[in-house]
């Protein structure tokens, strides 16, 4: 099994959520986009645009226009109500209640703004999306979807899709992350006494014997579509469907807003201390083998943990440290992600024109 990062795990670990197998920055940075492509199954995706489409249709103008300057550039009424489409969509395939109108347009907006600003600065950086990459990344999504490029080609067209307009919001994701990786490295120190410092905490720095928690969790986030009472009941309905039966896996697959452990059934693989943000670590620690969770309340929102397995392992001097430095790591790097979302939008010139 191929151990993933979530965006509870993202010290910048939406997650953007890590549990990475190394300190690299871009096993540790994700960005979880409402717009994401794998967020829910493909055949319930592409019913609820559709009836999405019909919702919002009536709405849309003859003629576009601009609805955001954004620096230099802009955002288009075609643009955001293509958006509007897609994540109510998905949020209507999870069961979550959407806003009214005027206030989903605005906080769906606020997002594409975001956005908008990170790909200026990837265009400015000159950082591509190699076409390589880019394919491996849309035959993943295909795959997670149990289907072959072509089939999902299909199925994407069925619902009112292109490929083509799949590829290139992943490309833009794409980008997005490579910005943030740039970025939130280059604001992230830590020092030996940083690391000597957790390691004091934890009981010493000589190697020795730790324990370990083999777990898989569900996330239901908390966003602008979904408010913390509709997230939790939310979770909680997928905990009901759980514990009357239903396979943890295929409900984390078709629920868990966190795209990476999602794929795999919820599967996060050993964590050690300090891996994951406190919330979650408390509610794991305190869980025994096999028990579910009830919904634990992080940053990230609404989490379902089961721990399947708990072992004590021995590890060395150098992974202690290396351990440590990366705990530290994805917590300052999460913290950070937030300050320079914030920084970029109030630096940049905008003009909502809604």
Known sequence: MTTTTPWLLRATMRTQSFLPKTL????????????????VPLTASAQQAN???????????????VVAVVNDG???????DDRLVRIAGQAKAKGSALPPRAEFEQQVLERMVLETIQLQMASDAKLSVDDTRLNRQLRGIAESNGLSLEAFADQLEAGGTSLTQVREQVRREMLIRKVQQRQIGQRVSISNRDVERTLEQQGGANGGVIEENRARH???EVTPERSAEEAQALAQKARQRIVQGEDFAAVARELSDDDGSALNGGELGWLRPGQTVPAFEDAMQALSVDQLSQP??????????DVEERREKNVSQKEQREGARQAIFQRRANEEMTTWQRELRSQAFVDIRL
């Open 51 to 65: 009836n999405s489409q019909q919702t919002y249709s009536s709405q849309r103008q003859q003629l576009d226009r």
């Open 24 to 39: 690299a920055l871009s096993s540790a940075l994700t960005l979880c986009l409402g717009a994401g492509v794998a967020l």
């Open 296 to 305: 634990v309340r992080s940053q990230f929102g609404f989490h379902l943990i």
């Open 74 to 80: 802009a955002i288009m009424q075609s643009e955001l």
């Open 218 to 220: 569900i996330l239901i």
